[in-house]
C-alpha cells in the first residue's frame, strides 16, 4: 500500500508539473497577490514551528516572498485547469464522498463534535471541502488516462531536486 501511495503523489506531482508547464494563460494579479500573502504566512509559520530563529525569516524575507509567490501561481493555475477539466468532464462530489471528506478533515484537524457541527454550517468550508473532492477525482480521472513514460533515475531525481528546491527556503 506504501508503494501504491507514493507512486500515486509521484504521478501526481508530474501530472500537476505537466499541466502547469503545457497550458500558459495569466493568472489574475489580485487573486495572486492575496493566494501570495497567504502561502507566505503559511511559510513563516512553518519555519517558526521548525524552530528558525525570527530574525533568520526576516533576513530571507525576499526569499520567502519569491518562493510564495511561485508556489501560489503554480497552485491557482493548476486549481484552474483542474476546474475547467471538472466542469468539461462532469466530475461531481457525491453525498457519500463529502461525508468522508469532511471526516477526514475532522480527524486531520482533531476537530470536536461541536466543531464538526460548525464547519457544517459554513458554506464556504463546504464549498472547500467539495472543491477537495472533485480535485482529487479529476487528477484520479487523468492519471488512469495518463500514459506513462518511463525516465531514468538520475532525470527523475533531477525533477525532484528542482521541485523540492522551488517549494523550500532557503
Known sequence: TGDRLSEYWSGREQLLQYLNDQIVFPVPQELLGQAT??????????????GVPEE???QNR??????????????????????????????????????????SHAMR??????????LLKNQETISRLRE????????????AQAVIEEVEAEAEAEAQAAQSARRSLP
Open 109 to 118: 484537524t482533531k476537530a470536536t463534535r461541536a466543531e464538526i457541527q460548525k
Open 37 to 50: 500573502q497567504q502561502r507566505a504566512r503559511e511559510l513563516v509559520q512553518a519555519n517558526q514551528e521548525r
Open 132 to 143: 477537495n473532492v472533485i480535485t482529487r477525482k479529476t487528477v484520479e480521472l487523468l492519471l
Open 56 to 58: 533568520e525569516i526576516l
Open 62 to 103: 525576499e526569499q520567502i516572498i519569491g518562493a510564495a509567490h511561485h508556489q501560489a501561481e503554480f497552485d491557482m493555475k493548476v486549481r484552474f485547469i483542474l476546474q475547467k477539466i471538472a466542469q468539461k468532464e462532469q466530475v461531481a462530489a457525491t453525498s457519500d464522498e463529502m461525508q468522508r471528506e469532511l471526516m
